[in-house]
C-alpha cells in the first residue's frame, strides 16, 4: 500500500485468498514501473526514492531501503505487472530470490508483453513456501484476514482522495469499499462505524520549536468503549507508539467513565532529520526527537478540545 501511494496511485484494490496465505494482491493505478528497471526490481537495495546521498535527511516518501520486494521474493511466489504511461502495453514478470524466474520451467525468465492498464499489480503467492515453520505459524485464516483489514483499513482512513477496496477471492463483496472524494469522517464512518463517526472532533496544532504538525480526528466525552482505538500515521507511515497510547489514554481519563477509552486518529507530521525510523526492521517503531515535549503538546491540545465541547455538550449540535 505504501509502495502504491508513493508511486502516487489514487486507486487501490486487495484481494485476498485465506487470510493472504494463498494470494495477497494489490492492484493500483500508479506511475508504474519502466521494463528497463523489471530486471532489478526485487534485488536489495533497490529503490528509486533516494536519488542522491544527501535526500536521506529530508525522505518524504514511506520507502526508501528497497527491502520489501526483495523479502518477499525469498518468501512467496512473486509476479508484478505493470503499465507506465508511455508504454504501449503491460510487462509481467515472475521473480524468485531477488531474481527474474520463468512462469514455468523451460521458460525464459523475461518479462512479458500482456494487456493492461496503467499501474502496477503486485501479486504474492503461497506465502511462506519455503519456510513450512513460519508457515505453520499462522493458525487461522480468518485471523490473518482480520488483521489485512485492520491495516487496510488504517491506510484507508489515512490516505485521503485515495479510493481502496479490500475482498476476499471469490466472493462479490467487499470487506472495504471507499471512494477516492470520501471526506476523513466518511472513511471513519465506513470502517468503524457510526457511533464514532457521530462523536468527532476534529484538531490540528503545530509547534516550531519541536518541528511538528499533528492533526486528526478524536471522539468526543459521548463516546466511549472498552478498549482504545488509536490509528498512528508519523509522516504518513502507520506505526505503534506505546507512549503516545497512554498519554491519550491519560488524557481521556479524566473526561470519560471508568474502563471507558476513546476512538483517536492521529497523523503526526515530524521533521524528517528529527526521525529515525531504523530502530525497527518493520519500520513499525519509530524514534523522533523531544518525545516528550511533543506528546505534551498534542494531549495538551486534545484536552483543550475535549473541554471546550465538554463545558457545551448541552448545546451541542451535528454538523
Ligand atoms: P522502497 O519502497 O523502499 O523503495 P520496495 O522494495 O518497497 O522498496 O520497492 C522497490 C522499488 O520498486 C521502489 O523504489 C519503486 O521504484 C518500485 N515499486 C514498488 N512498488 C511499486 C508500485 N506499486 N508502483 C510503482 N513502483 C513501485
Ligand atoms: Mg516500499
Known amino acids: 500500500m505504501e509502495n502504491a501511494v508513493d508511486a502516487g496511485s489514487t486507486s487501490l ?28 526490481l526485487c534485488e536489495r537495495f533497490t529503490t528509486s526514492k533516494l536519488q542522491k546521498f544527501e535526500d536521506l535527511g529530508t525522505i518524504a516518501t514511506y520507502g526508501f531501503r528497497g527491502e520489501a520486494l526483495a523479502s518477499i521474493s525469498h518468501i512467496a511466489h512473486l509476479t508484478v505487472t505493470t503499465k507506465t504511461k508511455d508504454s504501449n502495453c503491460a510487462w509481467r514478470a515472475h521473480y524468485e530470490s531477488g531474481k527474474l524466474a520463468p512462469a ?5 525468465p523475461d518479462p512479458k508483453p500482456v494487456a493492461g492498464r496503467q499501474g502496477t499489480q503486485i501479486t504474492v503467492e ?5 519456510v ?8 487461522s485464516a480468518s485471523d490473518e484476514y482480520n488483521k489485512i483489514i485492520d491495516m487496510v483499513g488504517r491506510y484507508a482512513v489515512h490516505c485521503n482522495h485515495v479510493a481502496f477496496s479490500c475482498k476476499k477471492h471469490g466472493e462479490s463483496s467487499t470487506s472495504i469499499a471507499i471512494q477516492s472524494i470520501a471526506s476523513v469522517v466518511d472513511r471513519i464512518r465506513h470502517i468503524y462505524g457510526g457511533s464514532v463517526a457521530n462523536e468527532l472532533l476534529e484538531f490540528s496544532t503545530a509547534d516550531d520549536r519541536w518541528g511538528f504538525k499533528a492533526q486528526g480526528w478524536a471522539t468526543n466525552a ?7 482505538t488509536f490509528l498512528l500515521f508519523i509522516n504518513h507511515r502507520c506505526v505503534e507508539s506505546s507512549n503516545i497510547r497512554k498519554a491519550i489514554e491519560h488524557t481521556y481519563a479524566a473526561f470519560l467513565p471508568k474502563n471507558g477509552h476513546p476512538f483517536v486518529y492521529l497523523s503526526l507530521e515530524i521533521d524528517p532529520q ?11 517503531e519509530v524514534n523522533f ?6 506528546i505534551q503538546a498534542v494531549c495538551e491540545h486534545i484536552r483543550s478540545k475535549l473541554a ?6 448541552t448545546f451541542m449540535t451535528q454538523t
Open 289 to 294: 526527537l523531544n518525545e516528550d515535549e511533543i
Open 274 to 284: 528529527r526521525v529515525d525510523v531504523n530502530v525497527h526492521p518493520t519500520k513499525r
Open 13 to 40: 484494490e486487495i484481494l485476498v485468498k485465506e487470510g493472504g496465505l494463498k494470494l495477497l494482491q494489490i492492484t493500483d493505478n500508479g506511475c508504474g514501473i519502466a521494463k528497463e528497471d523489471l530486471p532489478i
Open 308 to 313: 471546550a465541547v465538554d463545558t457545551s455538550r
Open 126 to 130: 503461497d506465502l511462506f513456501y519455503n
Open 222 to 228: 459521548n463516546y466511549n468503549i472498552k478498549k482504545t
Open 104 to 108: 514455468k520451467p523451460g521458460q525464459t
Open 132 to 139: 513450512p515453520t513460519r508457515r505453520r505459524a499462522f493458525r
